[in-house]
């Protein structure tokens, strides 16, 4: 097991903070960012800002010139050593004569299998692996699971009074949350890859569920799952920069045909009469190269991806008011008769948001994953 030193460390912090500046950028690709160090110095450092560009090792490594050779590369992920859209960087830390690269995690693509890895060490240069590994996976959950499980990491907002409650019984739910909790939100929009809601949040409130504040150079891909078929070509998402997926149960053209014309893909993912199969849109979604999905919805939905053992976070905003029993809950989930058929969540973040409270939670154990 390799001990690594506070020198390590520190350099490692720097590599992942780095890595995320490319928070909202490099998608598909993952959040990486490089810090080359020699003598005890910083002689280059770099990270990957968007897909298609150079990878961090490759800007660290320029940064650097000649003062690379003998120099140690602390990267946040496993350098590549396949051909895609650039080279490979295995090779290109090996020209430049680096003796030592430090990585936080290997490279979760199954067809990679640490091949980079080996690559590096046959050149002669040590390797370790390992340092800071938690912090790396939790930037970058959402390729992981993508290449680990074909399918994204997706994550639930919701937003709540103090006693559980999203809206009040007629529907109105405009605004429960701050604007500082409702500015937040911007940033989970841009750091995904698509924003997923049902029709019925679609139809209550005719969303946009684009990215405002913002200038990433793109907007995720809008999700409408729509299993009654009651999305209108008139929706305002349907009319505004990026794409909109409309998944249905049933292949109908004449319910099709004006939402093509709007600009939409439709796809049928039929689970039974008027039942979306949640868990087929995910693994579409992730060949779609999607890594991380956010969920902003109503009971309904939400509660069938929690049913389905879909949903991997919750971000909860809480707001200091009461809508009382008769308001909208949070999940429309089948009855919990016995205390251990609850599902378990793991709190990973509690903070004051303006006048809000957000609350950040894994889902460990729903009874499905």
Not at 105 to 117: E, H, L, V, Y
Not at 131 to 160: D, Y
């Amino acid at each position: 097991m390799t001990v690594f030193s506070a020198d390590d460390g520190r350099h490692m912090a720097c590599a992942l903070q780095l890595a995320r500046r490319g928070l909202y950028t490099t998608d598909p690709n993952p959040r990486v960012g490089c810090v080359l160090v020699r003598d005890g110095e910083v002689v280059g450092e770099g990270w990957h800002e968007r897909a298609g560009g150079p990878h961090a090792e490759v800007v660290a490594l320029a940064a650097a010139g000649a003062r690379s050779r003998g120099a140690t590369a602390y990267v946040s992920l496993e350098p590549c050593c396949h051909h895609g859209r650039t080279p490979p960087c295995t090779r290109a830390l090996i020209a430049a004569g680096v003796a030592r690269v430090v990585a936080a995690i290997p490279d979760p693509n199954p067809k990679i299998a640490s091949q980079g890895i080996a690559e590096l060490e046959q050149a002669g240069i040590r390797v370790d692996i390992g340092l800071m590994q938690a912090e790396a996976e939790r930037l970058n959950r959402g390729f992981i699971s993508r290449m680990t499980r074909a399918r994204p990491w997706v994550r639930v907002k919701l937003a709540a009074s103090l006693d559980g409650r999203t809206a009040l019984a007629s529907g109105e739910s405009k605004w429960i949350t701050c604007e500082a909790a409702r500015a937040d939100v911007q940033r989970l929009r841009a750091s995904s890859s698509a924003i997923l809601t049902g029709v019925g949040t679609v139809l209550a409130d005719d969303p946009s569920l684009t990215v405002r504040d913002f200038d990433i150079g793109r907007q995720p891909l809008r999700v409408v799952v729509d299993g009654h078929m009651s999305l209108r070509p008139e929706a305002r998402l349907l009319h505004l920069p990026g794409n909109t997926l409309v998944v249905t149960a049933i292949d109908d053209d004449e319910y099709a045909e004006p939402l093509l014309a709007a600009g939409a893909e439709v796809m049928v993912l039929s689970a039974g009469p008027d039942a979306v199969d949640l868990a087929a849109l995910m693994q579409d979604l992730g060949q779609r190269e999607a890594n991380d999905v956010l969920v902003e919805a109503g009971a309904t939905l939400c509660g069938g991806l929690l049913h389905a053992g879909l949903v991997d976070e919750l971000v909860l905003y809480l707001a200091p008011h009461l809508l009382g029993s008769g308001a909208r809950g949070l999940f429309n989930l089948p009855g919990l008769e016995r205390m251990q058929d609850r599902i378990a969540l793991r709190i990973e973040d509690v903070r004051a948001v303006g006048q809000d409270w957000r609350i950040t939670a894994r889902v460990t154990d729903n009874g499905k994953s």
